[in-house]
């Protein structure tokens, strides 16, 4: 019985995170995607890092704007950035683990592409130099964060977008994180193909 009160209230904590998360996040989510398309139409492309199970997450939402998401529709241009091993190892061993995705930023990155850049801590270095990469490419960026946005939140600048989970728990933020992908993948087929 403890232990199922344990899986409980992580179900519980999960719900009350994204009922929290909801009420701040709505809006930016919905400017942030209105972004994404302007991308898109425009023949730019998306690229995504995190590493981990943000790593995960970037791979899973490049995955839904290549294949499809919920409806069928043409393939949109999004990259994720954590699934080349053999960039991935020869710029961690030629340079450091710290640029293995702002180096493919400065190689594939264009000025209107948009940089979606995921860490729960928002400190993960790597994804700080991406930034800092994006923005020498000048691109925007989507950045989806945790508890106080950390390195990350600070670095935005002006047309750059926030989504911080106001939150502690790595599961917990992770769990919003994907929702958010799950909310941009949606809206980006809505504003594209309208429906329901």
């Given amino acids: 019985m403890e232990l199922t009160n344990r899986i409980l209230k992580h179900f519980d904590d999960s719900v009350q995170t994204k009922l929290q998360a909801r009420e701040v996040l709505a809006q930016p989510i919905a400017e942030a995607a209105q972004a994404l398309v302007t991308c898109l139409t425009n023949d730019g492309k998306i690229l995504v890092c995190g590493n981990g199970g943000s790593a995960a997450d970037a791979q899973h939402f490049a ?23 053999s960039v991935l190892t020869s710029i961690a061993n030629d ?50 964060t945790g508890r ?36 941009l993948c949606d809206a980006i087929d809505h504003l594209l193909l309208g429906g329901e």
């Fill in 148 to 183: 106080e946005g950390g390195t990350m939140g600070e670095l935005l600048e002006a047309g750059d977008f926030h989504l911080c989970v106001h939150a502690e728990s790595t599961a917990r933020i992770q769990e919003v994180h994907l929702l958010v992908l799950h909310c």
């Fill in 63 to 85: 995955a839904e704007l290549i294949n499809r998401f919920e409806i069928e529709r043409p393939a949109l241009a999004a990259i994720a950035l954590t699934t080349d091993s």
């Fill in 95 to 144: 340079y450091d683990f710290s640029q293995i995705f702002s180096k493919q930023v400065r190689g594939l990155g264009m000025a209107d592409d948009v940089l979606i850049a995921i860490s729960t801590s928002g400190n993960s270095i790597n994804v700080v130099e991406a930034i800092h990469a994006a923005h020498e490419r000048d691109m925007r960026v989507v950045a989806l």
